[in-house]
């Protein structure tokens, strides 16, 4: 195959980590980029090497005037869906940040462009690359936890951190705010652990506790603008999925407490913390805790060369994206169960089940 030929839709911070990646393959070319700010774009192609010709002000028309045979869409969450879509109905193939949209309904369009077109579809969780998510997988699998009866599901929280772009901030380009900016790893590494178990019902609580109050204290996070503050700062939910397993998923961007500790799963056998992995067990007549040294590797290098890799045979995603539907079905019953104070049923489409 000749060079792969990659094009950027939405030339902001995240575009630069995957540019950066991109340039360390040989046989990648970055050919063209798109944002709606002319400047953003310009200096984004200056920076990497596009040439001129190569950018543009309307992805559609880079779409429709460059020969791709990729696209990494690097824009805010809810213009995820769009670029997405018309990537794969042109041929090309798309690597999508996360979180996959800003709906279950998109994310299922998006699946059902990518199954029309034969092309790949990858959500960009390079966490899916991190040796302890991996272990902790393989250990799940090989039933030395037992049966699996209960997870905590979260990244840790922040004190303070609400991120100060428009893009997280701002309910039309974010769609929703901390759940689906770092709710959405909590999710999908856990989901990944565990082996993508079935969610059943939902009962769920968001926050916008912080967020909107302009003499809130900012130390060690960003500025933010609370007049411009249009989502959720705080979730805590209760997912019960097939088999009786239980899961709490809690995240905040901003909050009066240190922390929320860290992802755990129990299983009548042991249970096993991440970050760092430890393992919890009773052996030889002890209670034995296992921490594991695994390498050092760079996950963002990892998801660019596994989709460019992916791109070169023609398939199949390196992440299957029937999993992050799915994710982004647990999302959607997330809010739906916030806005009505109850339970409600996760409702998934035909194409994730079987
Ligand atoms: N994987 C990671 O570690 C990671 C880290 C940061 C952000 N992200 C994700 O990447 C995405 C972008 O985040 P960011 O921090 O780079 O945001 P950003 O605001 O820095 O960049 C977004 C860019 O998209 C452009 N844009 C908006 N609408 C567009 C359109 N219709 N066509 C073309 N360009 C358009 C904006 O002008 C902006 O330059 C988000 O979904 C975010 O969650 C992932």
């Given at each position: 195959m000749a060079k792969v030929k990659i094009g950027i839709i939405g030339a902001g911070g995240i575009a630069n980590n995957h540019a950066h990646y991109y340039r360390q393959i040989t046989d990648v070319e970055l050919v063209a980029v798109a944002d709606i700010v002319e400047e953003r774009a310009v200096s984004f192609a200056q920076r990497w090497g596009i040439?001129?010709?190569?950018?543009?002000?309307?992805y559609i028309k880079m779409l429709d005037s460059v020969e791709l045979d990729a696209v990494s869409v690097c824009t805010p969450h809810a213009v995820h869906a769009k670029p997405t879509i018309e990537a794969l109905k042109r041929g090309v193939h798309a690597l999508v940040e996360k979180p996959m949209a800003s709906s279950g309904a998109e994310a299922l369009e998006m699946l059902r462009a990518a199954k029309a077109s034969g092309k790949i579809l990858m959500v960009g969780f390079q966490t899916r690359w991190s040796p302890e998510l991996g272990a902790a997988r393989k250990i799940v699998a090989s039933g030395a936890?037992?049966?699996?009866y209960y997870a905590e599901a979260t990244l840790g929280g922040r004190r303070r951190g609400i991120?100060?772009?428009?893009?997280?901030?701002k309910r039309e380009l974010a769609g929703g705010g901390v759940l689906l900016d770092l709710g959405c790893y909590a999710i999908d590494n856990l989901m990944f652990v565990l082996g993508h178990p079935r969610p059943l019902t939902i009962s769920a609580t968001v926050e916008a506790a912080i967020g909107k109050q302009r003499e809130a204290v900012v130390e060690g996070g960003w500025p933010w603008n609370p007049e411009e503050f249009e989502v959720e700062d705080f979730v805590a939910a209760f997912i019960r999925f097939e088999g009786g397993l239980t899961m709490v998923l809690k995240e905040s961007w901003a909050m009066h407490a240190d922390a929320l500790g860290s992802s755990f799963i129990l299983g009548t056998k042991g249970g096993l913390r991440l970050s760092p992995l430890e393992v919890y067990r009773d052996e030889w007549g002890y209670m034995t805790n296992t921490t594991l040294k695994l390498p050092q590797v760079d996950i963002y290098r990892e998801r660019i060369r596994s989709f460019v890799e992916a791109v070169k045979r023609g398939?199949?995603?390196?992440?299957?994206p029937r999993e992050i539907v799915v994710e982004m079905f647990i999302i959607d019953a997330i809010y739906e169960s916030a806005r009505k104070g109850r339970e409600v049923e996760v409702k998934l489409p035909s194409e994730v089940l079987g």
């Open positions: 040439p001129p010709e190569g950018v543009f002000t309307d936890l037992g049966r699996i991120p100060g772009s428009p893009t997280f901030v398939g199949p995603s390196p992440i299957d």
